[in-house]
């Protein structure tokens, strides 16, 4: 059954141009990311059908989804991800309902969860009443993955469209969904000879503890079964990745099965596992390129503790830093309680502080750290304390470098070979196994211990680590022999949160101590707690009852320890609490946390609008408070009292002022530095908000967009945080202000225009004359027109209603609810074309929330233009038409022939009115060709310019069609401009230009010859003993630069290197590959080659190259000598040469390390039969360039190829099939 779209009212919304500076690094991969300047950006499309377009420096542009008012944005970063928030999802997130990742998109590009690499965005939904209410249906707007009632959730895939969204805002029915909450379904990735004694494994193997009758599953990327040293240990595995096995084809899950229990057959028992004869459960919860989405892991999770009967589960995977709140940990909890069984984590490989990852924070989890094999943290190990409640994570630390264990035949390595059956490995993915391991020796041991028994004895078993404290490792390094050694264990860690005010507050927490053994034990007490700093905690915070406890034979005994609040003492403060025996035969070591928060105030807001009233409480929030200390810290409500930290905060407030059948004004009031150090109010007042404008002084430059940025500089990371309003400048008014008074250098404001003729205009004729918000219903016609037609209401489009109104040449308007389909909706302009209707107009009367912005492609189409009506403006157009007599002038422009990019900023304050007019000769003029390669083809633009950190611009605009010129003006600045076709990143360049005052440029975009270009690199380059290519083998005729694009297999071939004859390696992609060489001096041979062949490309179909080079490792990290040939010919803007006559063009030769290049020998032929037959081009050199002359015939394509020597005997031959038209 195919679900409808819906309907619902909302305001036509230009876009927000957004940006700040602070750099996120990218995924990890086998091949090398491009070079960050020639990175245009990437597009996100979030829950609420909002659009972003984001690099890791920031975000450059949003496409809003259509609303009933101005879009609103908050720019945020937080522990070095930015988020980008729509105004009208902080409510949900707020309340818990939103998962914080949904809106996190330089995470979302990360996980491989743009709109280049999925269809729909994936999401847990978690049902008021957990398991029982998990069900077997997706809400609407969403396609059922996979019901997990086990963990009380649903995974879904939500369409980008903003359907499912719409049944989350506020007037849906989302509480009759049942829906309680709803997390991204992210993406986690898999994150001994030596280290098996290391932890004391041998010792328990002697007293005849090795896994026997212990089951422990291993969730990662499968196992190779019929490696020698797994045969016979897999008891039951499953796919939950879609491979349909659980072979392996990464090989990370079989190096870390083999480390919990391989039996070192393979080298004779040399990498033998922790606990060689337990068996395994095997779930492969990751695609053979080590990533997994959420679902298939809690799949695998609820299958591991609930049907697989495992004891134990190794988890050597994990996504983002959590506070343990998230899905993954939320069921580590669940399953841990329900079944007994111990979750085991790897804490993850960002080496990062407070960042351990899901589900490695849950509580229940034994989340581990990494150390090498002589005890030293490793530094890509990630360290606690946990967010939120600076609860001790990790939990244990155990080895992680350089672990040799299995390796799958057939499956390319991914660490350094050992022989053919081994790989040598390093991340706390390989410490887990370890501690996995021997948790399975102790359960064999004790069998009647559930996981947090385990846990605990694990834990407080474990040795000190020189050097290191609890929230890098817990309470240390595991040790296999005094774990199954040792009668006495006690509690694992104890967290203690002190609430501000904290004075005379204490808090009590007990440890407990549990003696297995005959004969009873007296153990001494110490404890020390110490800063982040390492500074000592201040006294009194931590007090034990007495300096020994004595733990009876086969009994237990508990201690409480007494927390109490220090005058001064907020912060974060860690240790151990040691016990040890007579002679250290016994010792147990528990981890200790206490968060003294910081001192609280009330902030209290009155917002008040441009007509002196009090602003009241909304769903829609007006305020953003910034803390100006800490880019973690922000907070997005309203009106009342907040309560905050002391420190130093910006308060951002939007205040809207209703106008009665006219769109509201818009007041932008901030205070950019309060002090708050006691109970405090501040009143931000829209009345003292000064006139702000940009306007071009050409009054045809009606149309565009307009944007108003408040920023905030946070000083602990340099960072730009800031509120983002689109307002259409034909509808709104816009005043700003600071609090009078006030001024600080952490803030700034700007402004951004793009303004061009209006693409759609709307007046209701007559005395009453008024412009008209409207825009084109999704799908409609967008003809090129300029009419005055009578105007008439026909209710809600059915023929009944048509058949009591005259609709013959008429604007035709009708009202439907928001409940209404798209399907429906075109099926009522039929019915008034049947009527003799000449344009339709719908209004769409409830507003619901965010609307689908575009039809499903198996719905038609509105059988004649149609518009959709806006706001108050529409509204009164209604009524207007219910009474009769109303004449409209409609004019739509769909390709505007100009048009400007203005922007403006100022630091520190607003006092005065911020109103720009520049003079078009003031600016500059940029002559602009849009070449295309197919008719029909249309370009999309983004322009920004540097401004206080960050960028200003007016974002993301409506298509320019390809195949023409126009002229554009922009203020003075440095300009970086983006422009791609439909197809987003397959078809997308950039460049920067510096513009001057009065000044004229000229810039094509998309021209032929495409070909190899090494501009804005290095591209191709050493770096770490490997030969690093990047191949941006489509860059157009200005060297721009342009990726193949291997992902969805728009773009096929293979990169080849070859060093002194022999083959190096091959990849059979054709963008990027890495391949590993040797230090000593060689001659290079790199051979590439892409093909396409799409319908949108009639051009530059196959582009091949073959360079040779010498290098050696002296060349780390420098661009290679790599040579190019560019070609320009005189093309038309369809790239297009006339025909049946010679024809001359330039062409230049250059190298990638900026080298002057001394050519000793240039050729070029020329094909037009597709590279089947060649012919020799007259070449001649003229100054820097060479000139090319070739003789064409009438019509038809011309190939070229290039063969080039420099003097230092690098070369080049590069060949273009259907260089450019002829004809």
């Avoid at 109970?679 to 006139?691: E, F, S, V």
């Avoid at 094509?1004 to 290095?1018: C, E, I, M, S």
């Avoid at 990047?1030 to 005729?1037: N, S």
């Avoid at 694009?1045 to 990027?1072: K, Q």
């Amino acid at each position: 059954m195919i679900r409808r779209t819906r309907l619902t009212s909302g305001l036509a919304a230009v876009v927000v141009a957004l940006a700040a500076a602070l750099a996120v690094p990218p995924a990890g991969r086998a091949a090398p990311p491009p070079p960050a300047t020639a990175d245009p950006g990437t597009w996100v499309t979030l829950i609420t059908g909002d659009r972003v377009l984001v690099r890791p420096s920031g975000v450059l542009a949003v496409q809003p989804a259509p609303r009933s008012r101005p879009a609103r944005f908050q720019e945020v970063v937080r522990h070095g991800d930015r988020y980008l928030i729509p105004a009208d999802a902080a409510g949900l997130l707020r309340a818990g309902t939103l998962d914080w990742q949904l809106f996190n998109v330089t995470g979302l590009v990360r996980q491989g969860l743009d709109d280049a690499h999925a269809a729909r965005i994936p999401l847990l939904i978690g049902y008021a009443g957990g398991a029982r209410a998990a069900k077997l249906v997706a809400p609407p707007g969403a396609h059922m993955r996979r019901a997990l009632p086990g963990v009380g959730m649903t995974a879904v895939d939500a369409d980008r469209s903003g359907a499912f969204w719409r049944e989350l805002s506020p007037a849906s029915g989302l509480r009759t969904q049942g829906i309680a909450t709803v997390w991204l379904n992210g993406r986690a990735k898999a994150s001994l000879d030596e280290s098996v004694p290391h932890i004391g494994a041998p010792a328990a193997w002697q007293r005849g503890l090795t896994g026997k009758g212990v089951r422990v599953a291993v969730l990662d990327t499968g196992i190779a079964a019929d490696h020698p040293d797994l045969a016979g240990k897999v008891a039951t595995a499953k796919d939950f990745s879609g491979k349909g096995s659980a072979a392996d084809g990464n090989g990370h899950g079989t190096h870390v099965a083999s480390t919990v229990a391989g039996s070192g057959a393979a080298a004779e028992g040399r990498y033998r596992g922790v606990a060689p004869d337990a068996t395994l459960a095997v779930g492969k919860v990751l695609d053979d390129s080590g990533w997994g989405e959420f679902d298939d892991i809690l799949a695998g999770m609820q299958w591991a503790a609930a049907d697989a009967g495992a004891d134990v589960v190794n988890m050597s995977l994990g996504g983002y830093g959590t506070d343990g709140t998230d899905p993954l940990s939320a069921a580590v909890n669940t399953l841990s309680r329900e079944h007994g069984t111990l979750f085991v984590v790897a804490a993850g490989n960002d080496g990062a502080d407070e960042w351990v990852s899901t589900p490695a924070a849950a509580d229940e989890a034994l989340a581990v750290g990494s150390l090498s094999k002589t005890d030293v943290l490793s530094e890509f190990s990630n360290r606690g304390p946990r967010i939120g409640d600076g609860a001790v994570k990790p939990d244990l630390a155990a080895p992680g470098e350089d672990i040799v264990a299995a390796r799958p035949a057939g499956v390319p390595p991914l660490g350094e070979p050992v022989g053919d059956a081994y790989q040598r490995l390093s991340g706390t993915s390989m410490a887990t196994p370890h501690v996995a391991g021997t948790a399975a020796l102790l359960a064999q041991q004790h069998p009647e211990w559930t996981g947090d028994r385990l846990k605990a004895a694990l834990m407080s078993t474990a040795v000190p680590v020189e050097g290191a404290g609890p929230y890098a490792v817990g309470t240390g390094r595991v040790d296999a022999d005094r774990a199954t050694r040792q009668a006495v264990t006690a509690t694992g860690s104890v967290s203690t949160y002190l609430k501000w005010p904290t004075a005379g507050s204490t808090a009590k927490r007990p440890v407990t101590w549990h003696n297995t053994g005959t004969e009873a034990v007296t153990l001494e007490l110490d404890a020390a707690l110490t800063g982040r700093d390492g500074s000592p905690a201040p006294e009194g915070l931590l007090s034990l009852p007495g300096s020994t406890v004595t733990v009876p034979a086969g009994g237990s005994a508990t201690v409480d320890l007494l927390v109490s609040a220090r005058d001064g003492g907020a912060g974060t403060y860690g240790g151990v609490l040691t016990a040890r025996g007579a002679g250290g035969a016994v010792a147990t070591r528990t981890a200790l946390s206490v968060s003294q928060e910081p001192e609280m105030y009330d902030l209290t807001l009155n917002l008040v609008d441009r007509d002196g009233a009090a602003v009241g409480e909304s769903d829609y929030p007006s305020v953003v408070i910034f803390d100006l200390d800490r880019s973690d810290f922000f907070f997005w409500g309203g009106v009342g009292t907040h309560r905050l930290p002391a420190g130093r905060y910006a308060v951002h407030a939007t205040i809207e002022t209703p106008r009665a059948g006219q769109e509201p004004t818009f007041a932008f009031i901030t205070h950019p530095e309060l002090k708050l150090n006691r109970d405090a109010t501040q009143t931000l007042d829209a009345r003292d908000g000064k006139q702000v404008s940009v306007t071009a002084d050409n009054p045809a430059a009606r149309g565009g967009g307009y944007v108003v940025q408040t920023m905030t500089k946070v000083s602990d990371c340099g960072c730009v945080h800031g509120m983002s309003t689109s307002l259409d400048p034909r509808f709104h008014e816009a005043y700003a202000a600071t609090v009078p008074g006030t001024s600080s250098s952490s803030f700034a404001f700007g402004q951004s225009r793009r303004a061009s003729e209006a693409d759609l205009e709307l007046f209701a004729a007559g005395d009453q004359r008024f412009e008209v918000a409207a825009g084109w219903l999704s799908g409609s016609p967008t003809p090129e027109e300029a009419l005055t037609l009578p105007v008439v209401h026909a209710g809600a489009g059915t023929p009944e209603d048509l058949a009591k109104v005259d609709a013959r040449g008429k604007l035709v308007l009708f009202e439907v609810s928001g409940e209404t389909t798209y399907e429906e909706a075109y099926r009522r302009t039929e019915h008034i074309k049947q009527a003799g209707g000449r344009l339709a107009m719908v209004l769409v009367t409830e507003d619901l929330g965010v609307a689908a912005v575009r039809a499903a492609e198996e719905e038609p189409v509105p059988a004649l233009p149609t518009l959709r009506g806006y706001g108050p403006t529409a509204a009164r157009f209604a009524d207007l038409a219910k009474a009769g007599g109303l004449t409209a002038t409609y004019a739509s422009r769909p390709l505007p022939k100009y048009r400007y990019e203005l922007a403006y900023g100022v630091t520190g304050q607003v006092s005065t009115a911020q109103v720009h007019r520049p003079r078009t000769r003031d600016l500059a003029a940029v002559r602009t060709a849009y070449h295309d390669n197919a008719p029909g083809t249309a370009r999309y633009y983004v322009a920004s310019v540097p401004f206080f950190g960050t960028r200003l611009g007016g974002g993301w605009s409506q298509p320019t069609a390809a195949g023409r010129e126009q002229v554009e003006y922009f203020t003075p600045g440095n300009w970086e401009l983006i422009t791609h076709g439909y197809w987003g990143p397959r078809d997308t360049l950039h460049d920067t230009l510096d513009l001057k005052a009065g000044k004229a440029y000229r810039i094509a975009w998309n021209k032929a010859v495409a070909g190899p270009t090494f501009r804005d690199g290095p591209w191709v380059r050493r770096v770490d003993g490997a030969i690093d290519a990047v191949l941006p083998m489509y860059g157009d005729a200005a060297g721009r630069p342009r990726v193949p694009f291997a992902e969805d297999g728009t773009d096929s071939g293979s990169i080849t290197l070859y060093r002194d004859g022999v083959e190096v390696g091959t990849a059979p992609v054709p963008d990027a590959a890495r391949f590993p060489v040797p230090d000593e001096p060689g001659r290079y041979r790199l051979v590439a080659q892409t093909r396409r062949a799409v319908d949108w490309w009639p051009l530059w179909t196959e582009v091949s190259a073959a360079w040779t080079f010498r290098s050696s490792g002296a060349d780390e990290g420098e661009p290679l000598p790599l040579l190019t040939t560019r070609f320009d010919p005189a093309v038309d803007v369809r790239n297009r040469a006339p025909g049946g006559r010679a024809f001359t063009f330039p062409a230049y030769v250059e190298r990638q390390d900026a080298g002057a290049v001394r050519v000793k020998r240039f050729t070029v032929d020329v094909s037009y039969d597709g590279g089947r037959t060649w012919r020799k081009a007259a070449v001649t050199r003229n100054g820097p360039r060479w000139t090319v002359t070739v003789h064409h015939p009438a019509t038809g394509h011309a190939s070229l190829r290039a063969r080039v020597t420099d003097a230092a005997g690098n070369t080049l031959e590069q060949t273009v099939l259907r260089a450019y038209q002829i004809g």
